[in-house]
């Protein structure tokens, strides 16, 4: 389905949606054994949106026999690279044909801007299947520097049965970062999307499965993440977690993989990134406008969001002009309608959470300069004014904890090293970035600053070239993104000969 960004246009073809609603198990859709399901809700309006089924540990068993089944048949496991390459350029195909629809699936019930999932979710989903695809028949096994009379091969293979358990901030796209490498190297997937954002995920399995991928290698379990998740963490024949969503369940994972069969786990968790401006910044309109990208894409619920301006005091009250300026006129509203940046918070508890940090904000002195208050109530959907907090000390709660929200601090600093320490003094690293003329300071806080992404004159998380992961407590064992995804979905084997 496709549309022209027109706002009557997108609301018309969101009505015409056909939503699938139940599990996907061993290539078709299958109702749960128990029958139960769960309202999934349109945060923008507050209204049900679908009935999903909620799948149960029955489910997940039912899931991860499949995928067992259809890893060690072989007909995708054992297939040549060549096959899964076409098989999943094919699949990429049929999610190009079908980007509107996703689209306005992650718009419907994530409350992500229609211009956000048009433009940059659903095309990156689909270059991320395809970067992928593409990798897999380019890749080397190698050969050991060993004696004369032996021959060591030193081969990846698949690691097996592949659980993913995903957030709601960007559904289709993380799950593409999961599903892309793991399904290329050729394991067997089950997915647990998050239960705020099901819909994409089972559309994309139904049209994986369209493509020619065979009966069991992408299941998707819809459900809570006490039972569904809780299940996958803890089941004896999943192979490997792979995870993205808040530190505190991200322990979790590794709990249930102590106390089950030691399945890999890799996490990509949360985050307090500090964009970090020296008093020699190039060109401070266009910072005021990288630090807004970096502080309110997606409402702030990103996992890199920049929510921590860290400014040299000389050009602190220039640049937090123009970024009150720019960011008190981004539009709030609707996220079918084209001109909208700004959407509502995910669900209700998590407005009230929001809500919550700001008035801790205000509580622990720093100085409200924007926003601050629950908008568009009118609506009966979640959402969080665009709010800017001056004079705050990084030792405040609003400093130190993910907000996950549209709530920016701002924190002065006087030299490099000053910087530098505010920068690391959380307990998160997953990334950063920095706006300097000077090559040297460039280089150098980059190389300080303890983060798996930092970004110089740009906010960015790079692209599906480079990995993508946090140092300290924002992620374990892995990255997403590039060659080094790929390798964390393989076992190595050494392969021994004795010649003579
Ligand atoms: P969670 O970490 O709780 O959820 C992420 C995924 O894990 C969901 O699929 C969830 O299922 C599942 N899950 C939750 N609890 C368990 C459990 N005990 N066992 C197994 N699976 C579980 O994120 P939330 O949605 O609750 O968001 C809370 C906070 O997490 C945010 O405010 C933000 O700080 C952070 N976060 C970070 C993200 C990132 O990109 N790094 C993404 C999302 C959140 P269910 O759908 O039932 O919750």
Redesign the pocket.
């Known amino acids: 389905m496709n549309f022209p960004m027109e706002y009557q246009a997108v609301k018309a073809a969101a009505l015409r949606l056909q939503l699938r609603t139940e599990a996907f198990i061993d290539g078709k859709f299958q109702k749960t054994q128990s029958e139960k399901t769960f309202v999934s809700e349109n945060p923008a309006t507050g209204k049900p949106l679908a009935r999903i089924a909620a799948c149960d540990a029955a489910d997940v068993d039912r899931a991860v026999a499949a995928a067992r089944r259809s890893f060690e048949g072989g007909a995708w496991s054992r297939m040549n690279p060549a096959g899964r390459k076409k098989t999943l350029l094919a699949f990429a195909d049929l999610l190009e044909a079908n980007a509107g629809e996703l689209a306005l699936l992650d718009t419907l019930e994530g409350g992500k801007p229609i211009g956000d999932t048009t433009a940059i979710d659903i095309p990156d989903t689909i270059h991320c299947i395809r970067w992928h695809a593409e990798i897999i028949d380019k890749i080397y096994h190698h050969v050991a520097p060993t004696a004369q009379e032996n021959l060591g091969l030193v081969v990846r293979e698949p690691v097996g049965v592949v659980a993913c358990?995903?957030?709601?901030?960007f559904p289709a796209q993380l799950a593409a970062w999961k599903i892309g490498p793991a399904l290329a190297a050729g394991n067997s997937v089950v997915l647990?999307?998050?239960?705020?954002t099901s819909l994409s995920v089972i559309r994309m399995a139904e049209l994986a499965a369209e493509a020619g991928l065979p009966p069991g290698v992408f299941n998707v379990v819809p459900g809570?993440?006490?039972t569904a998740?809780?299940a996958l963490?803890r089941h004896p024949d999943v192979d490997m977690l792979t995870?993205?969503?808040?530190t505190?369940?991200g322990r979790?994972f590794l709990q249930y993989s102590s106390e089950s069969n030691l399945k890999l786990v890799t996490l990509?968790?949360?985050g307090k990134s500090p964009q970090v401006v020296f008093a020699d910044a190039p060109d401070l309109d266009r910072v005021a406008t990288q630090v807004i990208a970096g502080a309110f894409w997606n409402m702030g619920e990103n996992?890199s969001c920049g929510s921590r301006l860290v400014v040299h005091r000389h050009i602190k009250d220039e640049l937090l002009a123009k970024v009150a300026a720019q960011a008190g006129a981004l539009k709030v509203g609707d996220p079918l309608d084209p001109g909208t940046r700004q959407g509502p918070m995910i669900e209700k508890p998590?407005m009230e959470k929001v809500l919550g940090y700001i008035e801790t904000g205000r509580a622990e002195g720093a100085r409200l300069v924007l926003g601050g208050r629950q908008t568009l109530r009118e609506t009966g959907g979640y959402f969080v004014e665009v709010t800017l907090f001056d004079e705050v000390d990084n030792r405040m709660k609003i400093a130190q904890e993910?907000i996950?929200g549209p709530v920016l601090a701002v924190i002065p600093f006087s030299t490099e090293a000053e910087a530098v320490a505010i920068a690391n003094d959380t307990a998160y690293g997953l990334a950063a970035s920095l706006y300097t003329r000077d090559l040297g300071t460039a280089h150098r806080v980059a190389r300080a600053i303890r983060a798996g992404t930092v970004s110089v004159n740009c906010f960015s998380e790079g692209d599906i070239t480079t990995p993508f992961g946090g140092y300290k407590q924002s992620g374990f064992a892995g990255r997403d993104k590039s060659v080094w995804a790929h390798e964390q979905y393989t076992e190595l084997k050494t392969i021994w000969m004795q010649l003579d």
């Open positions: 358990v995903t957030p709601w901030n647990k999307p998050a239960r705020f809570f993440g006490t998740g809780q963490g995870f993205t969503g808040s505190e369940v979790i990509e968790l949360g996992c998590h993910e996950f």
